[in-house]
């Protein structure tokens, strides 16, 4: 097959063709996202409930459901430029090893010192603590990813910048830890000995790894106990879909500058930033009837939130001092396997894509760990980049429908999103060359006891 290159390998926009405002898909939805309630009122939380916890902007913007677009600051616009737009790639090699007649592209966020699309985010999230006369911001980190953007976007605006960092990839995951502290930020490993909440895990589950739920519980603890801080989250949170529209505002304007319309578009999901990002205007249009698409959620069969999870309230973190949410989750005590490649590890999903997906406009499927490496390496061998554990749950789900469409002779087009770069998790890598890998799957018993912890809220 030879390759047609009437479509560029990198679809590159200009910068006047870079988006000026997110868009906040909420403003489309019929069927809002339900709101958070305050766990201490029962009722849903308010504005002033907020405030302690997050910085203001952030809060109106979390809050806001009705606004479509929200105008990208200058000083924020300023910093996307030194990295982005980011280049949809045309995975023309990939093709060709499938032998596929389907048309791939990849939105590629990898292309920033902290690896990932986290940037996106962190950048906004420090700018508005900055402008609300902040002293820093507290936050945790799973992977590390997280805690690396924000450490960038804290040192650019000279924020202080406090991570509690899941112990697991605290331990695996050293060279993200020392990026940060090059950033300047300070690190933890969760559960620490530092907050009332981490010292209570610890009695009560000496030698746990720690999970997302945990840290997060530590981070707004710290936050909320030290004067001049606010506590930041990198993904679950309306207002970090908002911030990663960028990249599928970025991803529609580069397909529309040559008249491509995508069949499927397909993204990992975590807590669910990134996909939410990616398929924000394209669901914006098939909510107002206007185009359609295949939206396609991948999770760790590990961590099934969408697939196997309850639509229920529940809190959002293990300690149970975040509001609660209604949104697809495994129970807040839910702790993945500590064998699980320490990705896509959150027990609950954005209220956002939890009620798309409620609603029939997205579909979700699962990927087993080594399937997920065996497409990470596949897609490293064609197309030159080292996946993301994470992203690589986007790439086996495109391999897979590309590999239908050479069934069926199909020639549709697939766009997925490829979240990051790998190089910090060669221990994972390194696990599955050496075979020491495996494919843990919660069976329906314990998934049933975390269910049965359940809040009971109605909503
Ligand atoms: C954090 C992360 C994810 C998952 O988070 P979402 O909020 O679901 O997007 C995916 N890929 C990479 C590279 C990440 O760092």
């Known amino acids: 097959m030879s390759i047609n290159k009437e479509i560029p390998y990198k679809i590159y926009l200009n910068e006047d063709e870079m988006p000026r405002a997110w868009y906040n898909v909420r403003a489309d939805m019929k069927n809002k996202p339900a709101p958070l309630i305050n766990p201490g009122t029962g009722k849903p939380v308010t504005a002033a409930d907020l405030e302690p916890v997050f910085c203001s902007e952030l809060v109106k913007q979390e809050l806001d459901n009705d606004t479509a677009f929200i105008p990208i600051p200058e000083d924020i616009f300023n910093f996307y430029r030194m990295y982005r737009p980011s280049p949809l790639v045309r995975a023309y090699c990939l093709e060709e090893k499938l032998q596929t007649p389907a048309k791939i592209y990849y939105k590629f966020e990898g292309n920033n010192t902290s690896g990932s699309h986290k940037l996106n985010s962190a950048i906004a999230q420090a700018y508005y603590a900055k402008k609300q006369g902040l002293k820093g911001v507290t936050t945790e980190t799973g992977a590390g990813q997280w805690g690396t953007a924000l450490s960038m976007a804290c040192s650019y605006f000279d924020l202080d910048c406090r991570v509690y960092m899941v112990k697991v990839s605290y331990e695996q995951k050293p060279f ?3 990026v940060m502290r090059t950033y300047g930020a300070s690190v933890t490993p969760s559960p620490s000995e530092t907050t009332n909440i981490g010292r209570k895990i610890l009695q009560e589950h000496p030698g746990t790894t720690g999970s997302l739920g945990c840290a997060i519980s530590e981070a707004v603890e710290a936050a909320v106990s030290s004067e001049g801080y606010r506590y930041v989250l990198g993904s679950v949170l309306n207002q970090v879909l908002l911030h990663q529209s960028v990249i599928g505002l970025e991803t529609k304007a580069a397909l529309d500058k040559y008249d491509i319309k995508p069949d499927i578009i397909i993204g990992c999901a ?18 107002r009837g206007e185009a359609d698409y295949r939206i396609i959620a991948v999770e760790p069969a590990s961590c099934p939130s969408l ?10 973190d293990t300690g149970k001092v975040c509001p609660m949410a209604k949104m697809y989750t495994l129970g807040c005590d839910f702790i993945p396997a500590p064998n699980h490649a320490g990705c896509l590890r959150y027990h609950g999903m954005s209220t956002i894509l939890s009620q798309l997906y409620h609603d029939g406009y997205m579909e979700a499927t699962t990927a087993v760990q080594t399937d997920v490496f065996k497409a990470a390496e596949q897609f490293a061998r064609v197309e030159g980049i080292l996946p993301a554990p994470e992203s690589s749950h986007a790439i086996k789900a495109a391999i897979d429908e590309a590999l239908k469409c050479k069934e069926t002779g199909e020639e549709k087009t697939i766009v997925f999103g490829l979240t990051g770069t790998g190089y910090f998790d060669l221990v994972a890598y390194e696990k599955f060359h050496n075979g020491e890998m495996d494919d843990y799957i919660p069976s329906d018993e314990e998934l049933e006891a975390y269910f049965a912890k359940l809040p009971n809220v109605e909503g």
């Open 307 to 316: 697939t196997r999870g309850k639509f229920a309230y529940d809190f959002a």
């Open 176 to 178: 993200r830890r020392e």
């Open 270 to 287: 975590g807590g669910g930033s990134n996909l939410g990002g990616l398929i924000a205007p394209f669901m914006g249009e098939k909510l």
